[in-house]
T-cell receptor, first 110, second 109 residues
């Protein structure tokens, strides 16, 4: 079956610290993968999407980066977190047959 | 202007009422998703449809391709239906999902 795993569920990090959020999918190959952020009280904003290994498109210039080292792995990173990076981060994938979402990571930068 | 627009942004109703949430899109899409996001943040896919109508329990989703419009209906609404409902679409020719702003639904007992 098709599943998506995202971790951790919650994270509290100090300003200036690095970040690494990981997302893996199962039950499919060559999916389109996405990272979204939802700031408090706002809608989902597309950050990055990837159509294949090593292929990353950035939608919004920011303090974050993404990588896709394997077909079913998508990583969201930052070298130095800012307070404004706080929010809810969601990994998703679609392949035409449907869209699937991770459980999300609530990041609080303090 | 977003390629995918939802209305209303917020909706409060009494238990039992019939609920309609609307989604309009301005470009070609291959399908449209209706999603439900609960307060904890987790998102559940409710429907994916490219034409006509789908029904699951008390939820009904319709899409009119010519008018570029979709609706999500909830019959006999219940407080547990309270959530944010989001429409999303993979744009034709663009390999990315685009989300509407979401509709925050509150059903009071």
């Amino acid at each position: 079956s098709q599943t998506i795993h995202q971790w951790p569920a919650t994270l509290v990090q100090p300003v200036g610290s690095p970040l690494s959020l990981e997302c893996t999918v199962e039950g499919t190959s060559n999916p389109n993968l996405y990272w979204y952020r939802q700031a408090a009280g706002r809608g989902l904003q597309l950050l990055f999407y990837s159509v294949g290994i090593g292929q990353i498109s950035s939608e919004v210039p920011q303090n974050l980066s993404a990588s896709r080292p394997q077909d079913r792995q998508f990583i969201l990173s930052s070298k130095k977190l800012l307070l404004s990076d706080s929010g809810f981060y969601l990994c998703a994938w679609d392949q035409g047959s449907g869209a699937f979402f991770g459980q999300g990571t609530r990041l609080t930068v303090v | 202007k977003n390629e995918v627009e939802q209305s209303p942004q917020n909706l409060t109703a009494q238990e039992g009422e019939f609920i309609t949430i609307n989604c309009s899109y301005s470009v070609g899409i291959s399908a449209l998703h209706w999603l439900q996001q609960h307060p904890g943040g987790g998102i559940v896919s409710l429907f994916m449809l490219s034409s006509g109508k789908k029904k699951h329990g008390r939820l009904i989703a319709t899409i009119n391709i010519q008018e570029k419009h979709s609706s999500l209906h909830i019959t006999a609404s219940h407080p547990r239906d309270s959530a944010v409902y989001i429409c999303a679409a993979p744009l034709q020719g663009a390999q990315k999902l685009v989300f509407g702003q979401g509709t925050r639904l509150t059903i009071n007992p």
